[in-house]
């Protein structure tokens, strides 16, 4: 397998390349060469971690089996509290919830991110690269902690996180101030998500900032889901979660099952659109939105416009204005690197750009923040069971458009991350401190508080380090002394 980036076809690099640099030189994202056609009925009975073995195999191509085989062992072991990875909980015969936050933080990311660090560290050794690895990653709650769960105490890697200051739940920041190495570090930036990673991606493309940390002896890289080895793995538990859904007798191998992704950065998203190429039987996906409903309208109208007002929601993960792998999307429908470069160009310019929707293969709907509320009470009161916000805007936005047959909805996270909101809609009071909310959430769900959360409690936590936007280069520039 070889990648190119969305503005430039004719230069092909290798997967380690491509995993190490995250963004290519021309400010475009990597995309493969080729999307292969697979006969995923072959793959019946498969686990979880063969899965992942046989896509990785193909799109890491450049790695020794025997590499693969001991990332995905490392990756997909313990460090998630269930042997399945991702659990479906089916609510009824129709609609089921894939549990993507069974791992070390709590959230979808870890799914990527546990296997991420390990796959640079090889790609690192597989292109001689003598430099230590900086990592800068923007995160709107969960990227952030994932990066550094994944990245902590590894050798030759450094990784600072910028999450927006009081953007990001109060548990999502006790995760990120708490830390047990010093090779991670996560930095508040006075803004929202969209000036994080603007921050970084700028960065990157700064001459004089990139020759500074070479000198300081690193190398540039990145864990948004910019970074191709961010993508690949999602697509892995959509695979996995199909055949399951054959396994357990809701389908039958072919029949089509439609997918629900809550959708902030579109990389979730694009995952799904990727295994559906590749020829997953997947029937409509659909993108569901919060109330910064900049990608459903984009969706239902061709007209992509940043230019509005970012809202606070209960759902910070998706409190996104400008969407990465939008790019990596438009390119999967329109592979036009002039045209893709059109786009970004108008779309840094002026804020929008219009593309005839007709290309589109998914739908979409949002929530505002009253149905989030009365979703998370209703999959409460009549399954007794708990999801997160932003599963929860899935949810209210699935019951606004025209599914019908079987039906996954990615549950992104669970609801200790965002527990304020849980009781709220519950209509109870919420507790003094977080420590008796995770006592109470977990008789409402009527199970033990999970290890990784008794773990947090019992961890330092830094200060709360608060920035300007314009002092980021300055900071990395201390970290890395």
Known sequence: MKYHSTRNQAELVSPSKAVLEGLAPDGGLYVPSELPQIDFASWLNHDYQMIAKKVFKIFFSDLADTTIKKIVNLAYGKNFDTTEIVPTRWLDSETGIME??????????????????????????KTGLKEDILILTATSGDTGKAAMEGFSGLEHFRVIVFYPY?????????QMLSREHNNVRAIALKGDFDDCQRGVKELFS????????????????????????????????????????????????????????PTGNFGNILAACYARKMGLPLGKIHLAANQNNVLADFLNSGVYDRNRSLVKTSSPSMDILVASNLERYLYLKNPNTDWIKSLMQDLNSQGKFKVDRDIFDLSASWANEK???????HVYQKYNYLIDPHTAVAYASQNKTDLSGPTLIAGTASPYKFMEKIFTSLKQDIPADDWQSIQNISRLTGENVPQVI??????????EFVIESNQMSEIIQEEIK
């Open 100 to 125: 993507l936050w069974h791992g070390p933080t709590l959230a979808f990311k870890d799914l990527a991110l546990q296997f991420l660090p390990y796959l640079m560290q090889a790609a690192q050794e």
């Open 166 to 174: 009081n953007g990001v739940s109060s548990f999502q920041k006790r």
């Open 206 to 261: 700064t001459p004089n900032f990139v020759q500074t940390v070479s000198e300081a002896g690193y190398t540039l890289s990145s864990a948004n889901s910019i970074n191709i080895g961010r993508l690949v793995p999602q697509t892995v538990y959509y695979i996995n979660s199909y055949l399951e859904a054959v396994s357990a007798g809701k389908i039958s191998y072919g029949e089509s099952l439609s997918i629900v992704v």
């Open 371 to 377: 149905e989030t509320s009365a979703a998370i009470e």
């Open 454 to 463: 008794q773990k947090l409690w019992q961890l330092e936590q830094d200060r």
